[in-house]
Antibody, heavy 118, light 107 residues
Framework: EVQLVESGGAVVQPGGSLRLSCAAS????????MHWVRQPPGKGLEWVSL????????HYPDSVKGRFTVSRDNNKNSLHLQMNSLRTEDTALYYC???????????WGQGTMVTVSS | AIQLTQSPSSLSASVGDRVTMSCRAS??????LVWYQQKAGKAPKLLIY???TLESGVPSRFSGSGSGTDFTLTISSLQPEDFAAYYC?????????FGQGTRLEIK
């Protein structure tokens, strides 16, 4: 089955760290650029990171740059997001998403919830 | 960063209605515009890419148009399963951004 399954979400204190994972199956993982997108409760979507098919290139918005690091293990068909110096405004449902060859996100996971609170 | 502004923010309509919603970019993004549908408690679903190309499996009542800075998503005849939130997105440059969404509600 073609799917993405996120894990690793938790409740963490401000200033803390967390590592999210996304397990991919049913497609050739190393053919595709992968992304993380987040959605605060009741709000809209925010792009969080991109990593190229080979891991050689990554991009972030200013809101997480320097705090979040995306990585991938093509041997294990897995995507990761290391989140440091977490802030209350990072509280959100975090999705991993696959970018197809037409520059669109055609496959999404079900999301994993990160809550930053003291 | 390119800003995407969606209007209206919410829309009430009835089954069978034709509805349109707008997405305006703060600068020219050619046709690099994508539309997603998100139902409550679910992940977003790809509807349209390249501004007007329908994703495989998406009903033909959905259509997209526009280029440059002004884009439109049209649903020709609303079905009960279409009541959801709709987001536009560009991947023209970094950072990738989404519009704030249009919530389509039952009248």
């Amino acid at each position: 089955e073609v799917q993405l399954v996120e894990s690793g979400g938790a409740v963490v204190q401000p200033g803390g760290s967390l590592r999210l994972s996304c397990a991919a199956s049913g497609f050739t993982f190393d053919d595709y650029t992968m992304h993380w997108v987040r959605q605060p409760p009741g709000k809209g979507l925010e792009w969080v990171s991109l990593i190229s098919w080979d891991g050689g290139s990554s991009h972030y918005p200013d809101s997480v740059k320097g705090r979040f690091t995306v990585s991938r293990d093509n041997n294990k068909n897995s995507l990761h997001l290391q989140m440091n110096s977490l802030r209350t405004e990072d509280t959100a449902l975090y999705y991993c998403a696959k970018e197809n060859h037409q520059d669109a996100f055609d496959l999404w996971g079900q999301g994993t919830m990160v809550t930053v609170s003291s | 960063a390119i800003q995407l502004t969606q209007s209206p923010s919410s829309l009430s309509a009835s089954v069978g209605d034709r509805v349109t919603m707008s997405c305006r970019a703060s600068q020219d993004i050619s046709s690099s515009l994508v539309w997603y549908q998100q139902k409550a408690g679910k992940a977003p679903k790809l509807l349209i890419y390249d501004a007007s190309t329908l994703e495989s499996g998406v009903p033909s009542r959905f259509s997209g148009s526009g280029s440059g800075t002004d884009f439109t998503l049209t649903i020709s005849s609303l079905q009960p399963e279409d009541f959801a939130a709709y987001y536009c997105q560009h991947l023209n440059t970094y950072p990738i951004t989404f519009g704030q969404g249009t919530r389509l509600e039952i009248k």
